[in-house]
């Protein structure tokens, strides 16, 4: 079984490793020591209040090997971005040509630079060792995080947007950053991606101000806009389940896709229920999937069958609960992991 907690100081070598294995154009999982040391630091000053209204906190998780105890993968959310940094994106607009003289009117595609200083809440730092990949771990590492969100909305803005990650080859080279930004900041995609992670004060020095022509960019850069990388295409399909759609923006560096969808319309938000554990079963529960989290400010979650027949409550597995550390009385919020037909 996986379980799925609170990123801790212990993580850090784990998640340097993670991080290595992801790849370029993961901006948020750094492959770096000192800037993962920073998020953990955030991370855990993050968990250990819950404040009436959203104030930039980040939140990671790990998913751990309940078994091994070896950490497998990681997530995040940040409850509001903005602020004192802003957020950087490109909308994609249009603008209309036309000539009646020749009788010619033309719609192009523009990119416009926005920055947000009153921003959404953003899910990103997803990823998974491909060892663990498969029997629903992704989706539950995916999905868990709006578990977390529905326990405790006020702490969250009521927009959730996901940078998705944009394509970007196994050297670390974007299309899109070639043909454009590479050309204001002097240097390559994977530098730039992580200067943008320690600060983001040369975005606005370099950036350009004025719109993007799109058709004017080369070919390989316009068939990647808006396009997710081939590793997260499942992660987006998961998202559009749940209620998110594509929305005008795309991120600055590579060009890939914001999906967004207002809180309290998401799936696993509005499913969600909360109820006391009855009783802890020795057998096993026939039941389809749960994503079960507990209640409590030192969160865990866990995938597993219970029975919700009970007037009194729950019924959770002898292994579940050990997970969970929970017991008969402590209350739980679950949802299905898999959306019914």
């Keep these: 079984m996986v ?29 770096d020591r000192q800037l993962l040391r920073q998020r953990i630091d955030k991370s855990l000053k993050s968990f250990s209040s819950e404040p009436d209204r959203p104030g930039g906190e980040s939140y990671l998780f790990v998913m751990e090997d309940n078994f091994s105890g070896r950490v497998v993968g990681a997530c995040g959310i940040v409850s509001k971005v903005g602020g004192f940094e802003p957020f950087y994106d490109y909308r994609i607009d249009k ?81 899109f950053w070639d043909a454009l930004g590479a050309h204001f900041f002097g240097i390559d995609f994977t530098e730039a991606d992580r200067l943008s992670v320690v600060n983001k004060k ?52 590579d060009a890939g896709p914001v999906v967004s969808c207002a809180r309290d319309d998401i ?8 109820e ?29 069958t219970i029975d919700t027949s009970g007037n009194d409550g729950l019924r959770i597995t002898r292994e579940a609960a050990q997970a969970l550390r929970v017991g008969v009385g402590d209350a739980v919020r679950f949802v299905e992991l898999q959306v019914r037909p």
């Design 276 to 304: 006391r554990i009855a009783a802890v079963s020795e057998q096993p529960v026939d039941s389809p999937l749960y994503m079960i989290g507990t209640t409590r400010s030192d969160f865990r979650a866990c995938k597993a």
């Design 95 to 175: 603008v209309v040509f036309e000539s009646k003289l020749i009788n010619v009117r033309k719609e192009v595609p523009i990119l416009n630079l926005t920055a947000e200083h009153d921003g959404p809440c953003e899910i990103g730092s997803l990823f998974l060792h491909a060892d663990y990949r498969g029997g629903g771990n992704g989706r539950f590492l995916q999905l868990v995080r709006f578990l977390f969100i529905a326990e405790r909305p006020q702490c969250f803005e009521s927009t959730v947007v996901s940078e998705i990650r944009g394509v970007v080859d196994d050297q670390g080279r974007s299309p």
């Design 3 to 31: 379980i799925i907690r609170p990123v801790a100081l212990a993580d850090l070598d784990p998640l340097v490793e993670l991080a290595g294995l992801a790849g370029a154009g993961l901006t948020t999982l750094p492959k």
């Design 267 to 274: 799936r696993t938000i509005k499913q969600s229920r909360r």
């Design 202 to 253: 040369f975005i606005a020095d370099l950036m350009p101000r004025h719109p993007i022509y799109i058709p004017l960019l080369p070919k390989d850069a316009q068939d990647v806009i808006g396009k997710p990388h081939k590793d997260s295409v499942k992660a987006v399909e998961n998202l559009q389940v749940e209620g998110f759609t594509y929305s005008p923006m795309v991120d600055i560096f």
